[in-house]
């Protein structure tokens, strides 16, 4: 009875690791993500989507938000 018990247990956080993994790769599926370096060169997108950021707070822990103000900051600092 045990050893069914660890199975099922076993099981289940299996499923749940797998739901987590899930979850977390299609967060990103319905953004265009750019990166730092994309946002760098494109200094006026990075402003444009600073300022949307800025605008809404529930999209400031999005990927783009952070990389467009990372880009402005190390735009602003001069590569430093």
């Known amino acids: 009875m045990k050893r069914a018990?660890?199975?099922i247990i076993a099981a289940v956080?299996?499923?749940l690791g797998i739901t987590s993994a899930?979850?977390?790769t299609n967060a990103n599926e319905?953004?265009?993500v750019k990166t730092v370096a994309w946002y760098v060169a494109n200094i006026q997108?990075?402003?444009t989507?600073?300022?949307t950021c800025h605008d809404n707070p529930g999209l400031?822990?999005?990927?783009n938000c952070v990389?467009?103000?990372h880009a402005l900051e190390i735009t602003f600092k001069g590569g430093n």
């Open 5 to 7: 018990h660890i199975t």
């Open 22 to 24: 899930v979850n977390v």
């Open 60 to 63: 400031q822990s999005s990927t």
């Open 13 to 15: 956080v299996a499923a």
């Open 49 to 51: 989507q600073n300022q």
């Open 67 to 69: 990389n467009s103000l």
């Open 30 to 32: 319905g953004e265009d």
């Open 45 to 47: 997108h990075a402003r």
